[in-house]
Nanobody, 121 residues
Framework: QVQLVESGGGLVQPGGSLRLSCAASGTISAIGTMAWYRQAPGKQRELVAHIVSDGETYYTDSVKGRFTISRDNAKNTVYLQMNSLNPEDTAVYFC???????????????WGPGTQVTVSS
């Protein structure tokens, strides 16, 4: 079995910073693209950023220049450094990863349970 667990969420004032982490564990053979999504109340879940195995990154326009996604392949972990946070960034942030489990030939997408980020004064 494979699990993703996020950490690092919390309450922060506008202009502040947070760093999210997501660690994958279990019977993992390989990890492809890792990503962060977010879902604000009453809105659809949206892609925030992703990073492929070679380090190439993508960011949605609203976070460009403020958020940085990175990964540590040795630790099966993806990070999201969030700077200059504003109230519109308030959401539950979910980790997503494309993982090949040991003994299987197919790849599957896995989700973490989410971590709340609240930006408020």
């Amino acid at each position: 079995q494979v699990q993703l667990v996020e950490s690092g969420g919390g309450l922060v004032q506008p202009g502040g910073s947070l760093r999210l982490s997501c660690a994958a564990s279990g019977t993992i053979s390989a990890i492809g693209t890792m990503a962060w999504y977010r879902q604000a109340p009453g809105k659809q879940r949206e892609l925030v950023a992703h990073i492929v195995s070679d380090g190439e990154t993508y960011y949605t326009d609203s976070v460009k220049g403020r958020f940085t996604i990175s990964r540590d392949n040795a630790k099966n972990t993806v990070y999201l450094q969030m700077n200059s946070l504003n109230p519109e960034d308030t959401a539950v942030y979910f980790c997503n990863a494309d993982i090949k489990s040991t003994g299987f030939s197919t790849w599957d997408y896995y989700w973490g349970p989410g971590t709340q980020v609240t930006v408020s004064s």
